[in-house]
T-cell receptor
């Protein structure tokens, strides 16, 4: 199965600042997915990132708040912009891994103070 | 609207007990149903189910899918404290290459 390196593992940030989360996959993948998991909640899809095109955002998520880059088939970043305490969550990247379902990065635990 | 409903939302049992976790779903153009175990941050893959009536088994864990009644169960026998986790059910549709998660079942095993 694919292996995804995600960083940072955790961070504590001041409100109003931005944080960029990186995911590196050990193989080329067409689509990468970014999820948010708020405390006590399940995973919610933020957006789908294809290489060479703009990301597709789910309802309730906008590019200005969560800009995504996908410069090549093994790498993607998600930025959480102008953070508020409500953005405190676990953020996860994921790739489709045929036969293994979807493989997830190790996750980023973000706390906004 | 596509959705995944898991029950119970939480469960506390004693070590050695057997548990059954439930997942029902509604999705357009079903492709697969997935079970994950989440202990800290990253969900880890347990099973992918695509066909009805075929049990998938891994050690003390097993799962089966009923595509007619639109549900799946995850069984854990002879539970151990290491089984304590949130168990997530997710469903993938054919149209979109993405998955929808249920809220999860938080399982706590008492020693």
């Amino acid at each position: 199965s694919a292996v995804i390196s995600q960083k940072p593992s955790r961070d504590i940030c001041q409100r109003g600042t931005s944080l960029t989360i990186q995911c590196q996959v050990d193989s080329q993948v067409t689509m990468m997915f970014w999820y948010r998991q708020q405390p006590g909640q399940s995973l919610t899809l933020i957006a789908t990132a294809n290489q060479g095109s703009e990301a597709t955002y789910e309802s309730g998520f906008v590019i200005d708040k969560f800009p995504i880059s996908r410069p090549n088939l093994t790498f993607s970043t998600l930025t959480v912009s102008n953070m508020s305490p409500e953005d405190s969550s676990i953020y996860l990247c994921s790739v489709s891994d045929r036969g293994w379902g979807y493989t997830f990065g190790s996750g980023t635990r973000l706390t906004v103070v | 609207e596509d959705k995944v409903v898991q029950s119970p939302l939480s469960l506390v049992v004693h070590e050695g007990d057997t548990v059954t976790l439930n997942c029902s779903y509604e999705v357009t153009n079903f492709r697969s149903l997935l079970w994950y175990k989440q202990e800290k941050k990253a969900p880890t893959f347990l099973f992918m189910l695509t066909s009805s009536g075929i049990e998938k088994k891994s050690g003390r864990l097993s799962s089966i899918l009923d595509k007619k009644e639109l549900f799946s169960i995850l069984n854990i026998t002879a539970t151990q404290t290491g089984d304590s986790a949130v168990y997530l059910c997710a469903v993938e549709g054919v149209r979109d290459d993405k998955i929808i998660f249920g809220k999860g079942t938080r399982l706590h095993i008492l020693p």
